[in-house]
């Protein structure tokens, strides 16, 4: 009971900051951002899965024909030529073309297509060359608390919560009840059919850990991807990026001799070819299972968000053939359905990219004694 | 490509590094240690008594085996019993019926004897009365033939009427 009224407590307290953000809504555009037309559809769906610096969950035009946006703001840290420079994003009024000037820090920033920009000394607007790049703004290495940041620190409390939750049951009870009914055989499952398997009986122990997290991680924000809020961190280049090092670094720290010697210096094969099978070998090892593993995840949950949208975009973009109400319900039929599908990639994706880091693990640890 | 490498953002590139360093030493730490060992406790529990249920179920079996090895011993026993004791009841008859075919053989013979024995004392008496009597009449005859002849005569007569030898 203890537990129910805390979880209460932080959901209540989560939704009251939500709704509370509602107040911070910018009056300035009118109808910016609407999308009503098949022009807009495109640009509105690149924008969706690109990171972005303020939580947005929906917009709308008032009854004075004001377009509101409704959301909540996130930090700007920002580490620019005069150092670290903070602000709220808000400060952009939702601005993403480079218009509207932030001072901060000492320097000025603009906002343009989801990055920060650090305008030139002297510059007081962007000027831009022919094809859209600006010329007198340079990018700053930007440690926002972005939306996907945001995501990753929600996700990362919620497994924390979660998962130190279900390690305190069993200190009292043998089997967990709850919610941790629920985790106990997903995490067995990962355990016994992810990383025995692929690691072996006698070393998977010391993997389980990163794999447990790397398999909910990935997982748990995939679903978050599919819901409103509009997440989607597991489709950040950067984020799927630094999981595949993660796995290259273990790969590589914990091979062992036979790992080694097989990429270097194949046994078993005439000797002349023993040198390019190294380079095919450390091509493998370092740049093709890294690369497979962040692109595999990146493009199939970035290609899902532009599915999902896009087919919620026909009752738009087909609004003039077939009309709204036919468009309205051919986009729910196709939408719901790709949706049912994307829950199962969702879960695929996070399983594939366990899996295929548990196998070149396992491929590194394991013990060549036949040769 | 040159889209994709714009997008690639090195501060999210960095914030997750750090996050997910921080995420899996505290999972790690506070989670998944202490759940994959109470997991495997449970596991090995749950092993220990599934082979101790399987060992005493062996061991049942074989203390059924024993009890019923008992009961086979324990019924022979006692049929062996219940056959002595037949035959010994039977030796037993046999033997008081052998004895008292004996003893009344003896008491038959000693009645015999004794019968015998009272039979000749009896002749004797009679003998010994007969000649009493003989005696007696001889006596008497003496007598009366001392006083009449005639009733010395009728008196033997008489007498001789009267005595009734058995």
Redesign the interface.
């Known amino acids: 009971m203890k537990f129910s009224h805390r979880s209460h407590l932080v959901f209540t307290t989560f939704f009251a900051v939500l709704f509370s953000a509602t107040l911070w809504a910018s009056d300035e555009e009118k109808h910016e951002g609407a999308v009503n037309k098949p022009e807009h559809v495109a640009a509105y769906i690149q924008h969706h899965i690109?990171?972005a610096h303020d939580f947005h969950l929906y917009s709308y035009t008032d009854t004075h024909g004001e377009r509101k946006h409704v959301g909540f703001p996130l930090p700007v840290i920002?580490w620019s030529s005069k150092g670290l420079a903070t602000f709220m994003s808000s400060k952009f009024h939702h601005d993403d073309d480079g218009k509207v000037i932030v001072e901060a820090g000492g320097t000025r920033f603009v906002k343009l297509h989801s990055?920060i920009y650090e305008l030139e000394a002297g510059a007081d607007t962007v000027a831009f060359d022919e094809t859209h790049h600006a010329t007198n703004a340079h990018k700053v290495?930007?440690?926002?608390i972005?939306k996907?940041?945001f995501g990753?620190?929600l996700v990362?409390l919620l497994?924390?919560f979660w998962?130190?939750r279900?390690?305190?049951q069993?200190?009292s009870r043998?089997?967990p009840k709850g919610f941790g009914r629920v985790l106990?055989p997903l995490?067995?499952y990962v355990?016994d059919e992810i990383a025995k398997p692929n690691i072996g009986e006698k070393r998977y122990?010391e993997f389980?850990?990163?794999l447990?997290?790397v398999f909910f991680?990935i997982w748990i924000l995939n679903l978050l991807g599919l819901t409103p809020l509009g997440f989607n961190v597991t489709g950040?280049?950067?984020?799927t990026?630094?999981?595949a090092?993660?796995t290259l670094i273990i790969y590589t720290f914990k091979g062992n001799k036979g790992y080694w010697g097989h990429m270097l210096w194949m046994p078993g094969v005439p000797v002349l070819i023993r040198p390019v099978l190294a380079i095919i070998e450390v091509a493998g090892a370092f740049l093709i299972k890294p690369f497979s593993l962040l692109v595999r995840l990146f493009a199939n949950i970035s290609a899902g968000h532009i599915v999902v949208m896009s087919l919620i975009a026909i009752m738009v973009t087909m609004k003039a053939e077939i009309g709204a109400v036919g468009a309205t319900a051919l986009s729910f039929i196709l939408s719901f359905f790709i949706t049912l599908i994307e829950v199962l990639v969702a879960f695929l994706q996070a399983y594939i990219f366990t899996m295929l880091s548990a196998l070149f693990i396992g491929m590194a640890v394991e013990e060549h004694d036949h040769h | 490509m040159e889209q994709l490498l714009n997008d690639f953002s090195p501060g999210l590139f960095v914030m997750q590094t750090v996050l997910l360093l921080g995420l899996i030493f505290l999972l790690v730490k506070f989670a998944w240690k202490p759940i994959l060992n109470s997991l495997e406790d449970r596991e090995k529990g749950i092993q220990d008594a599934l082979d101790a249920a399987e060992s005493a179920k062996k061991e049942m079996q074989n203390i059924t085996a024993d009890s019923e090895n008992l009961l086979k011993e324990a019924r022979a026993e006692r049929e062996t019993m219940l056959k002595e004791a037949r035959e010994l009841k039977e030796q037993m008859l046999a033997d008081a019926r052998e004895e008292a075919q004996k003893e009344g053989d003896k008491i038959i013979e000693k009645a015999k004897a004794t019968i015998d024995s009272e039979k000749k004392a009896a002749v004797a008496d009679i003998k010994s009365q007969v000649a009493n009597l003989s005696l007696e009449i001889a006596e008497k005859v003496l007598k009366e033939e001392l006083s009449d002849k005639s009733k010395q005569l009728k008196l033997v007569e008489d007498m001789l009427g009267n005595v009734k030898l058995n």
């Open positions: 690109k990171d920002v990055k290495l930007d440690f926002s972005t996907s940041v990753i620190l990362g497994m924390f998962f130190s279900l390690a305190r069993y200190k043998k089997v106990e995490v067995l355990r122990r389980t850990g990163y447990l997290t991680f950040q280049l950067a984020v990026a630094a999981l090092i993660f």
